[in-house]
Every structure is written in C-alpha cells, then in structure tokens.
C-alpha cells in the first residue's frame, strides 16, 4: 500500500505531527549522543514539564523510536532514522532566528502602525 500525507485518512498524519513536536525534536537530538535518564532529559530540556516528558517518552516508546532500558532511554534504529532531518531542523532554526525575530518586528511594527491608523486588518 502506498501512503499519501495529504489523505485525511492516512496514518502517517500521525506520525508527522509526532515528529514535527518540538519535544520530540528535543528529546531525539538529545539522545542522539547516547542513552539517558529521565532527569537528565529534564534538566538537559528547559522547559518541559514532566508530565509532558512523561507522554512524549511514551509516545516515541509505543512508536518504537526509542526503548527504556536500566532506567535510561535510548533511540532505537527507528529512532536514529529522524538524527539528520531535525539535526537539520535544529541547525536552521539556530541559524536563522535573527531573520525571524527581525520579520517579526517588522510585521508587529506595521500591525501597530495600522491600528493606531484605524486601518482594518486583512485576515
């Protein structure tokens, strides 16, 4: 069977929205040096609270991207697949943040400017 993302029914949707979390993206290039504990993974993560660590790590785990073992999680050959696509990811966003946060400015600046215009927003 061919899989088509685009399809409402198709369950590569779910895999995609899975991949595209930005803490699974974390968790993965986290791991991606070796195994770890859960607080390691905590602390190495700003930001994420545990219970959403909890259901990531889980969701990956029922995904088989990664297993737990002595108490540390570790990417599975599945796993290791999504290294260089959200290494990828990673190395963008990093490198392009100052673009974005000046498109931004720009953007609110003129929204700003608009409204203390009266000019109505287009949607």
């Known amino acids: 069977m061919e899989w088509n993302i685009f399809s409402?029914?198709?369950p590569s949707r779910t895999s995609l929205a899975q991949?595209?979390?930005k803490w699974t993206a974390m968790i993965v290039i986290s791991l991606v040096a070796g195994p770890l504990r859960f607080g390691e993974l905590h602390t190495?993560?700003?930001?994420?609270?545990?219970k959403v660590l909890t259901d990531t790590l889980r969701s990956l785990e029922r995904d088989g991207m990664l297993i737990r073992a002595d108490g540390r999680y570790a990417?599975?050959?599945?796993?290791?697949t999504l290294?260089?696509?959200?290494?990828?990811?990673?190395?963008?966003a990093e490198s392009h943040i100052e673009d974005v946060l000046d498109n931004r400015d720009r953007y609110d600046s003129a929204a700003d400017e608009a409204i203390l215009a009266g000019i109505p927003?287009?949607?």
């Open 8 to 10: 409402r029914s198709c």
């Open 19 to 21: 991949i595209a979390n």
């Open 44 to 50: 190495r993560i700003e930001g994420i609270s545990k």
């Open 75 to 80: 990417l599975t050959e599945l796993g290791r």
């Open 83 to 92: 290294e260089e696509p959200l290494k990828a990811l990673q190395v963008w």
């Open 121 to 123: 927003r287009a949607s």
